[in-house]
């Protein structure tokens, strides 16, 4: 949709393929930050789809829970359902005249003298340009025999009734009290066919394909919804398969680029939805260009991207998984769960205000004082 924003008349030349039909389930814990919706906003495109305004964030360590709200009206982002939202935003971008073609599997990829020809399930598609935004497990990506990273990410979930113990429904919460595993538990408050209910899950990132954690996500996730009174066996694990992620490497050669998940993803969290958006907001104007040059090395493609919001965004978060999940987890924890500056810093950049410089220094002192408590 950036593209045809950049340059409205390549929308009846734009083809979308998905191999899914939609509406279709994904998991996804939901969460969106307002960054997100601006980007989406700055084309003239509203996504309405039920959802829960979020207005605070609380977090869980060993040694405390804190709970930090946003000061004002506005939201700083909301939890969606990804059957409902992906399906909306599908139908925005058809709306605008570009094809959407769904139930198609490409197959394969083929280089001709004047661009190139995609097998489908549904016969050949012929195109000058390529955008491999087809997520982590990225066809396309393995087509270029890029390597998939080191890192493997699980992630299991399951809708629950709220429960008593539950923070405010405006709050998304994040579990950091099993120190022993390389990631988090999540409590977000969603709505399921119009019923308010809790997303409740685990992520959780193995480095190296064969390598087990201590304990299986889905078991992790059994006995947080056991400590809230719940029966796991009562309800449907949904999970991902464990998966390569290639940690933020924005990719482009001749008349192909990668884009969103395919290209980078959030170690940290796990994030996704608000990347591939901002993704989308700098790939779309360069391909304009680049089209209206008949430019189709896009040779420029990584430097543009990594100078962009999002290629900054993926660059810091890809170096933070050593602090949060590694020997550094004891001061990022203190300095989670006692820094309101780093919260509310965070809660600005999520929502896509202006961060206060007066926050990031404070939050800086915090990590000084966390480091030094720690050490003691």
């Excluded at 000058?128 to 998939?148: C, E, Y």
């Excluded at 192909?256 to 104007?285: R, S």
């Excluded at 430097?303 to 590694?326: E, K, Q």
């Excluded at 006692?338 to 800086?364: D, E, T």
Aim: proline residues 6%; glycine residues 10%.
């Amino acid at each position: 949709m950036f593209l045809c924003a950049a340059d409205p008349q390549l929308s009846e030349r734009t083809i979308i393929l998905d191999k899914a039909r939609f509406p279709r389930d994904k998991i996804c814990a939901g969460a969106v930050g307002d960054r997100a919706m601006r980007a989406l906003a700055s084309i003239g495109v509203e996504v309405n789809v039920a959802k829960v305004a979020i207005q605070a964030l609380s977090v869980s360590t060993q040694e405390t829970t804190r709970r930090y709200v946003m000061p004002g009206p506005t939201p700083i982002g909301r939890v969606i359902r990804r059957r409902e939202f992906d399906a909306a935003v599908l139908d925005a971008a058809a709306q605008r005249g570009v094809c959407v073609r769904t139930g198609v599997r490409v197959k394969g990829i083929a280089r001709r003298p004047q661009g190139l020809t995609l097998q489908t399930s549904e016969g050949e598609v012929s195109a000058s340009l390529v955008v491999g935004a087809d997520g982590v497990g990225s066809f396309v990506r393995r087509w270029l025999h890029l390597p998939q990273g080191l890192l493997y990410a699980q992630a299991v979930e399951v809708d629950t009734p709220i429960h008593p113990s539950d923070p405010p429904r405006d709050t998304l919460h994040f579990d950091l009290t099993a120190t022993t595993m390389r990631g988090y538990g999540w409590d977000f408050p969603t709505i399921v066919e119009g019923q308010p209910m809790v997303c409740r899950g685990v992520y959780e990132l193995v480095r190296g394909a064969g390598q087990a954690s201590e304990m299986d996500v889905a078991d992790r996730l059994s006995e947080r919804l056991r400590d809230r009174g719940f029966n796991p066996d009562s309800y449907r694990f949904k999970r991902f398969a464990e998966r390569g992620l290639a940690i933020h490497e924005p990719y482009g050669c001749d008349r192909v680029v990668l884009a969103g998940e395919a290209a980078g993803i959030d170690p940290v969290l796990g994030e996704g939805i608000a990347q591939a958006i901002l993704y989308g907001q700098a790939i779309g104007p360069y391909l304009a260009r680049a089209v209206a040059d008949r430019n189709f090395s896009l040779g420029g493609y990584e430097t543009a991207i990594r100078g962009s919001r999002v290629g900054l965004d993926l660059s810091i978060r890809g170096r933070l998984p050593r602090l949060f999940y590694g020997r550094g987890r004891p001061i990022a924890e203190r300095w989670l769960s006692h820094s309101p500056s780093l919260a509310l810093a965070g809660m600005h950049y999520f929502a896509g205000q202006r961060v206060p410089r007066a926050k990031l220094a404070r939050a800086s002192l915090d990590l000084i004082a966390a480091t030094l408590a720690s050490v003691r």
